[in-house]
T-cell receptor
Framework: QKEVEQDPGPLSVPEGAIVSLNCTYS??????FMWYRQYSRKGPELLMY????GNKEDGRFTAQVDKSSKYISLFIRDSQPSDSATYLC???????????FGGGTRLMVKP | DAGVIQSPRHEVTEMGQEVTLRCKPI?????LFWYRQTMMRGLELLIY????????DSGMPEDRFSAKMPNASFSTLKIQPSEPRDSAVYFC?????????????FGPGTRLTVL
């Protein structure tokens, strides 16, 4: 079993929909949680960064962390075709040096 | 800011040949990471450096792979001899400079095809 599990998709939604992307993990030492967005043939770019449990909002994006359930989510409101990409969750422990990535979920937002 | 620079962007080689991938991290960053991405295995950390010193190379698949960082602005990942199963996208990332090291900035990647 992988340390971080993520549904690979693809997830196809119409423009304007609310998108929910999720990851589960097994290592209780993870304290820092991130979402990276990766466009086709590009490197991943950091989208959201959260520490411990709770919510964080940035524009149309909301990240949620539930450490008791070992479950994190990324919500995208009013999704746009430009949001079409692969979304990777990533986590790190106290040392903060090494990231463990999920396999990524491919999202397609159709006009 | 130029971001992380990788070269070449694409590499096609034949089995048994030596392959060298290059990376220039963001100026001021003191951590450098090499990753490999495939459809089957996702994004895997191969090795990372701190202040030019290799800290953890446990992700390096086998002795055919080696990485160096001779100075703060340059790193190489070498595969010798290359095999078809090494075909993947190789990313370099850097972090640090006062920011948490898990805030990593990725380069555009090198797409390697070994025939």
């Amino acid at each position: 079993q992988k340390e971080v599990e993520q549904d690979p998709g693809p997830l196809s939604v119409p423009e304007g929909a609310i998108v929910s992307l999720n990851c589960t993990y097994s290592n209780s030492a993870f304290q820092y949680f991130m979402w990276y967005r990766q466009y086709s043939r590009k490197g991943p770019e950091l989208l959201m960064y959260t520490y411990s449990s709770g919510n964080k909002e940035d524009g149309r994006f909301t990240a949620q962390v539930d450490k008791s359930s070992k479950y994190i989510s990324l919500f995208i409101r009013d999704s746009q075709p430009s949001d079409s990409a692969t979304y990777l969750c990533a986590m790190s422990g106290n040392a903060g040096n090494m990231l463990t990535f999920g396999g990524g979920t491919r999202l397609m937002v159709k006009p | 800011d130029a971001g992380v620079i990788q070269s070449p962007r694409h590499e096609v080689t034949e089995m048994g040949q030596e392959v060298t991938l290059r990376c220039k991290p963001i100026s001021g960053h003191d951590y450098l990471f090499w990753y490999r991405q495939t459809m089957m295995r996702g994004l895997e950390l191969l090795i990372y450096f701190n202040n030019n010193v290799p800290i953890d190379d446990s992700g390096m698949p086998e002795d055919r792979f080696s990485a160096k960082m001779p100075n703060a602005s340059f790193s190489t990942l070498k595969i010798q001899p290359s095999e078809p199963r090494d075909s993947a996208v190789y990313f370099c990332a850097s972090s640090g400079g006062g920011v948490r090291t898990d805030t990593q900035y990725f380069g555009p990647g090198t797409r390697l095809t070994v025939l």
